[in-house]
């Protein structure tokens, strides 16, 4: 029996295949984006000269920098729900219910929804979010409003509605994992030490947890700065986000200008990323004991 | 009858007057029950610790004493009884209002917090002023010879020091009661003397009651002023090490404290001051009962010998006689072991103390002898 060691030439050429697969569909649509991207002049040719030209108009134009601006305000908004809802709902799961069926039962409950795309999930929200639709019907049928509210659909509050319904899942996935890591014995040993029920919470379980809010949030943020989507379906034609500009850019065969805005996303992307990592090693996933 | 006056002074370490040993109490547990579903893990317990008292609660696995000991922690409600620390009724109180601290089996240290840290826990926990908890933590981790690792996290450390910073963890705060649950299990075999010894002197020094539960009877004997011993949620017995090696009250005790050999079969006869015992390999004279009814003839009994008083070398005194067949000898320098096989197929251990030659060679047939006094009757029902 053979072993390969690290480093050895072997472990370089088991590398090879993923690695050309990268290439190919990562790093070089990345930086075929950023080389269009600085392409200065009208004409759309390689020879163009290289300028900073596109990212001083996309600056220039205040509408552009505040719907950049309003799409970090949104995802902000949205990894709060999210975040906080993801955790309820993960120490439910894993704190407070104590038959291991129910447990599986709620676990698929929450999970199967993800087993259809994106978009049919999107667009599923449509006949709840209508005039016409479930919500408005639920809030006549019990009173609560005498004519149907028209806010829910094409509006950002519906928007976040969907978005929350998508993601939360997302956000509470890597707590549930982090939390069935967190041993009773950890929570009994603060209660002896005195510590009453939420500074056992907050000094021990959260701290142990942490990585996985963290890796929550980048996967919420990740998402919700690409959702494009649930952004067309439910806002219509009146809202949009920085990743609606690309697809608006690229239909009106502005390439140069949706580069720049999937390259100003990339960014945002990489430094959202990096503070993940600052705060917490996310590569060391689990709990040392 | 006079016996039965005897019984509860026999149970009391100390013999003060009873009014007094009330109120110095640590630990009362009354009656304790907790049951999970169907399975009855603690069964009418009940227990006195005096002011600083090293107990020992001893049994198999699965005999309750470890959910007794969450009961005192107040980690389990139980279904049943009273607990009062202190003197107090805390029966209902949580964990964190009792005046008590806790040592887990595998120590159950914090994984993200630094030694300092983690020591300091109980007195921040307590409100107490920053500089007042740096001071202490510096104090208590040099006493424990842990200084060093003040900055380390436990990932980084051995069984022995987080044993160490576990116990300087519970320690800190001073409460009245600590809890350990096993404290030694965990550790090497070669450390466990030594830390034994240390935890011996640091809680007859602090004057800190100890209620330590194990499974291994030498931590037991050699450590608590009391043990007691548990068998299927009951205690079984309760009292000095002495005692308890010396008169164990039941069948079962017996049998799970090392040395002894125990016996099993009726009452033939009612002699003076004696009872005669007819078992399956004969009949052998048993004092009667100290405490409690004399068994009538006829009723089932059980008795137990000690193998360091059974001997080969007969005299007049050894009026219970017994012949086996011997399997093994194992020495241990201080003392040689004999396995002999009864004429019922049970073992029978025979101890031979001091560097004396061997007299017993496998295989040989012995007559065995002990005097009536060595026997032990066991209580009512020869459980």
Redesign the interface.
Known sequence: MSTIRVRSPASYWLAVPAAAWMLGVVVVPIVLLAWVSLWGGRAFSAASALTFDNYSRFFANPTYVKLALSTLMHTATLMAVTGVLGYCIAYFLVMKVKSPGWRTALFLAFIIPFWTSTLIRAIAWVPFLGVNGVINQALMGLGATQSPIEAFLYSRTGITMAQVSLYTMMAAGPVVYMLNAVAPQWREAAMTLKAPPFVVFWRVVFPLTLPGVVIGQVLVFLNVMSDFATVATIGGNKHALLSNLVLLFYEGSQIRAASVVAVLLMICMLVGVVIALRVVDIRRLGVER | MDSLARDPVERVATPIDNAMAKRQLDLELRNIRKRFGDFIAVDGVSLEVSKGQFVCLLGPSGCGKTTTLRCI???EDPDDGDILIGGKEATKD?????D???M?Q?F?????MTVARQVG??LE??KKPKAEIVERVKQVLSSFEIAALADR???SLSGGQRQRVALA??MI?EPRIL?LDEPIGALDYSLRETVMLELKLLQQRTGISFIWVTHDQNEAFSLGDLVVVMNHARIEQQGPPEEILQRPATAFVAGFVQGNNLFRGHVKEVLAGALSVETAVGVFVVPRPLAGPIPMVGSPVSFSVRAELITDALADRHVNRLSAICTAVEYFGAVRRHVFERADGELLKVDQFGAHAARIAPRQRVVLGWAGEASVLHGAGGR
């Open positions: 922690a107040g980690l949580p964990p964190w209002q009792r008590i601290a806790m887990f595998d159950a240290l914090f994984p993200h826990f109980g926990m307590l996290k436990p990932a963890r519970a705060t809890l």
